[in-house]
């Protein structure tokens, strides 16, 4: 729906957070979403929009969880490290966490949740548990 909504517009921001989405809705079912995800990568280096790169790596850090992946993961939240390392979009690297149920490091700004941390680990922990119990199901 996203797709024929932005047909007519040319917003390549908005595009790329659609792209993005997509990647999302398939985490833990498509098996070619990293290599989507790198010709997306690409796309966006090419486009100039660069804060589209950490949405991204958080897209594929939950693909990752789903999966438990925990190597893929580990190498993810590195990326997602460096790609807010400027502070903008920082909160991405605490939902990484959050997702596999990691402690925070020590050393990383702290983001204020509106309902506290701990409920936003939980609720960021339970759409991986949520999404993971789906795809047990649907096999």
Not at 14 to 39: F, K, N, S, W
Not at 42 to 63: N, P, R, T
Not at 67 to 75: E, M, P, Q
Not at 88 to 97: F, K, L, P, R, T
Request: charged residues 25%; glycine residues 6%; neutral net charge.
């Amino acid at each position: 729906m996203a797709d024929r909504l932005l047909s007519r517009l040319s917003l390549r921001s908005t595009e790329l957070t659609a792209r993005i989405a997509a990647l999302v809705r398939d985490a833990g079912l498509a098996q070619d979403l990293p290599e989507r995800a790198a010709v997306l990568l690409a796309e966006i280096g090419v486009s100039g929009v660069s804060y589209a790169a950490a949405k991204l790596q958080l897209a594929l850090c939950f693909h990752h969880a789903v999966l438990d992946a925990h190597n893929d993961l580990t190498a993810g939240i590195g990326r997602l490290c460096e790609l807010t390392q400027s502070g903008d979009y920082a909160y991405y690297v605490d939902i990484a966490h959050f997702m596999v149920g990691l402690p925070l490091p020590e050393q990383a700004p702290r983001a204020r949740w509106i309902d506290g941390e701990e409920r936003t680990r939980e609720r960021w922990r339970n759409i991986v548990i949520r999404r993971r119990l789906l795809l047990d199901a649907a096999r």
